[in-house]
């Protein structure tokens, strides 16, 4: 047993076989006690004085040639056990050396099968299990390292022939190697596929808002008055500057298209993707500058309306003033009608202007305070045609609504400027007759 040559053909036969071994340590321990017992029970005999049955010479020569033995065999023993726990070690080293093997295959078979990803959340998900695979990889790359080792201590030794070893050695670490490269290849194939995923997602956001600011910029409603005019024009302003810091986004997408991987950025629905964005903020930014102006011409066609309201009123008034006014034929008379006319019959015009008492004051310069208030709103009336020829010639849509707004205008102030050059006129020739009369 001792002396044989089988050190097992794997693991688990050199594990039965040392175990075996340990066994037969145990009887040879215990055979050597009982072996020096009688080797000490046999040099008595060889002390004995007088009759000695047997020669001493002989019991010490078999005494030495037991104990020979015995150390042999316990020599023999432990060469045995050398032997076997290299082997154990030998074999340990080929059994770890297949297990990461088959890890290798293992995961060269999940990264062959893998795919990257349909959308943005299960290349998400793949990411993250790859990062648990490079954990594994790095726990498994530490394991190797010490197999490894182990296999250059058993080559160190020269117990057994290297061209194994060595041939395992060289397999695993080209397999190892291979692994490694498939793995950063599919980590760069995921990181590709994230990129683009990523930036189709923020594309899609983007043309998704650029559609609802569209649909917004595009609104025909323009208010119903000048305060919703002008709330309208001040929500919209908000959006316009909303849309001007989303035009970096848009130049953007160019760079980040550059930056994708080739088989990303080159395909066609990528292209007219961005060509499609592009474009729905081109016509965006036209609409929202179409529709400033439109709230800006909507906002100044109501205030022109207010103003051509508020310049009716006063020409209602001061028309039917005109109409009911009669042009006395007396001097006192046409003193109060005067004094009327200056000084506050006339629905307010002229308030603080006194008037002199006696006959020689009556003249037409008590028209003054009239003629101012006409001015100002002869100056009214001018802003508003002015207005009115700029929406015109704007193309505005309500042009013929404006423009039949300032003829109805134009045509009540001019029929007042007659009614009061007629009324100025009658009150000069009373005024002149009067004062002929006076004078004679």
């Known amino acids: 047993l001792l002396v044989s040559k089988d050190l097992g053909k794997h693991l688990l036969e050199v594990e039965d076989l040392l175990q075996k071994h340990g066994l037969l340590e145990a009887d040879i321990s215990a055979q050597t006690e009982r072996v020096q017992a009688l080797n000490a029970a046999a040099l008595k005999f060889s002390e004995l004085e007088g009759y000695q049955p047997c020669d001493p010479q002989i019991i010490c020569n078999r005494v030495n040639h037991v104990q020979t033995c015995l150390e042999e065999l316990e020599e023999l023993a432990a060469k045995r056990r050398k032997e076997l726990e290299d082997s154990r070690q030998l074999w340990t080293f080929f059994q770890e050396m297949e297990e990461a093997e088959a890890w290798i295959r293992e995961k060269e078979k999940i990264l062959a099968a893998k795919s990257c990803g349909r959308d943005l959340s299960s290349v998400v998900t793949l990411t993250n299990k790859h990062k648990s695979m490079l954990g ?86 323009f208010g119903h008055d000048d305060y919703s005019s002008q709330a309208l024009l001040r929500k919209h302003r908000a959006v316009v500057d909303e849309v001007e810091k989303h035009r970096a986004a848009v130049l953007a997408l160019r760079k980040q298209l550059a930056l994708l991987a080739p088989d990303h950025r080159q395909g066609v629905d990528v292209q007219i993707r961005v060509v499609e964005v592009e474009q729905l903020y081109g016509e965006v930014a036209e609409v929202a500058v179409l529709r400033t102006q439109w709230l800006q011409d909507a906002l100044a ?12 009123v006063w020409v209602d008034e001061k028309e039917q ?56 709103v002869m100056g009214r009336i001018l802003d508003v045609n002015q207005v009115v020829q700029q929406l015109v010639d704007g193309g505005h849509p309500s042009s013929d609504e404006v423009r039949s707004c300032q003829d109805h205008l134009n045509s009540r102030w001019n029929r007042v400027v007659e009614l009061v050059e007629n009324k100025k006129s009658q009150l000069s020739s009373v005024l002149k007759i009067q004062n002929f009369l006076l004078e004679c």
């Open 136 to 221: 594994e990889l790095g726990n498994r790359r530490a394991l190797l390292h010490q197999t490894m080792k182990k296999g250059e201590k058993i080559l160190a030794k020269k117990s057994f022939s290297s061209v194994g070893i060595q041939e395992k050695m060289r397999e695993v670490c080209l397999r190892w190697k291979k692994l490694e490269e498939i793995t950063g290849l599919h980590q760069q194939r995921l990181e590709d596929a994230l990129n683009f995923f990523q930036f189709s997602a923020e594309t899609d956001d983007l043309v998704a808002w650029l559609q609802d600011t569209y649909r917004i910029v595009s609104s025909d409603d």
């Open 301 to 312: 066609v109501y205030r022109m309306f207010s103003e051509v309201h508020a310049c009716e």
């Open 321 to 376: 003033w005109l109409e009911k006014m009669e042009v006395p034929e007396e001097l006192d008379e046409v003193e109060v009608v005067q004094h009327r006319w200056g000084g506050g019959g006339g629905g307010g015009v002229g308030r603080d202007v006194e008037v002199s008492p006696g006959p020689t004051c009556v003249h037409l310069l008590r028209f003054e305070s009239l003629d101012q208030e006409m001015n100002s």
